[in-house]
Nanobody, 124 residues
Framework: QVQLVESGGGLVQAGGSLRLSCAAS????????MGWFRQAPGKEREFVAT????????YYTESVKGRFTISRDNAKNTVYLQMNSLKPEDTAVYYC?????????????????WGQGTQVTVFS
């Protein structure tokens, strides 16, 4: 089992920045690829970004490329999502997820463990 706890969400003006953190406990963190997903009110959960175990490979959904950066610190069992130039359409609950698959990609079914989420609200 892997337990994931997100933090860092909040209320921010458009154009601002937030950094989300996801702390993992349980199994060996470096064995897992990590991802961030988000779900806006009335919408399906969507993929945001993913990073492999070594941080040597990342992938982003098109709408956040150039604005968001996913990173991880295996020594701290933590994955991050740096979000810059935030837009109102980024408003959502953000979830981190851990996958045993070496490269789970943007597919939620490839992730085995999920956090409870953290709210991000961007106002204009």
């Amino acid at each position: 089992q892997v337990q994931l706890v997100e933090s860092g969400g909040g209320l921010v003006q458009a154009g601002g920045s937030l950094r989300l953190s996801c702390a993992a406990s349980g199994r060996t963190f470096s064995n897992y690829a990590m991802g961030w997903f988000r779900q806006a009110p009335g919408k399906e959960r969507e993929f945001v970004a993913t990073i492999n175990w070594s941080a040597g490979r990342t992938y982003y959904t098109e709408s956040v490329k150039g604005r968001f950066t996913i990173s991880r610190d295996n020594a701290k069992n933590t994955v991050y999502l740096q979000m810059n130039s935030l837009k109102p359409e980024d408003t959502a609950v953000y979830y981190c997820a851990a996958g045993r698959n070496s490269w789970p990609g943007p597919y939620s079914y490839n992730y085995d463990y999920w956090g409870q989420g953290t709210q991000v609200t961007v106002f204009s």
